[in-house]
């Protein structure tokens, strides 16, 4: 008998998804067109305001459906603008951070060290492939040190980071 009502209530949820699923297309709002060239990076309050817009519109989704989703709305408002990273490269055509431990390993892989050797050319190829990134984890080493944690924490990374910047 718990079996039963586990199911039914399994069956009922997914039929009430697919219901909001199906008419969540026939609203069909029409899409926000920002006149932005892929270098022009977009501002934080329309992209803020985007991403509001496809949640609103994908309510009923979540996890992996969710994330599809998003993508797929945030380029139809921003067309001709590479939102997210792809292939191993960034929006500003730096390689991810996945991308760059993946060859930096491959790298230091082939040279067969082992130990603090291999830990410190492990560090060193990805300073040397993401500086920026290095540089946060630097910043955030600090803050730590000084006992900041949470917001404080984050507020103190961003400030070291643009510092750094320039």
């Known amino acids: 008998m718990r079996s039963l009502m ?15 699923q199906s008419t969540a297309p026939a609203r069909a709002p029409a ?70 431990r993946a060859a930096c390993k491959d790298e230091v892989d082939g040279r067969k060290l082992e130990s603090s050797e291999r830990i410190a050319a492990l560090t060193a190829c990805f300073n040397g492939k993401r500086p920026d990134l290095a540089q946060r984890s630097e910043c955030r080493k600090e803050a730590r040190a000084k006992g900041l944690d949470g917001a404080d924490l984050r507020k103190a990374v961003d400030a070291c980071a643009r510092e750094a910047k320039g």
């Open 31 to 100: 899409p926000t067109t920002i006149a932005t060239s892929a270098d022009e990076p977009i501002p934080r309050a329309e992209r803020a305001k985007a991403r509001q817009d496809c949640v609103s519109e994908n309510i009923a989704l979540t996890g992996d459906d969710l994330r599809a989703a998003m993508r797929i709305c945030m380029q139809g408002k921003f067309p001709g603008v590479q939102l997210y990273a792809r292939d191993g490269v960034t929006r500003d055509g730096k390689p991810t951070a996945v991308a760059a």
């Open 6 to 20: 586990i199911v039914s209530a399994f069956v009922l949820g997914f039929c009430g998804t697919a219901q909001a």
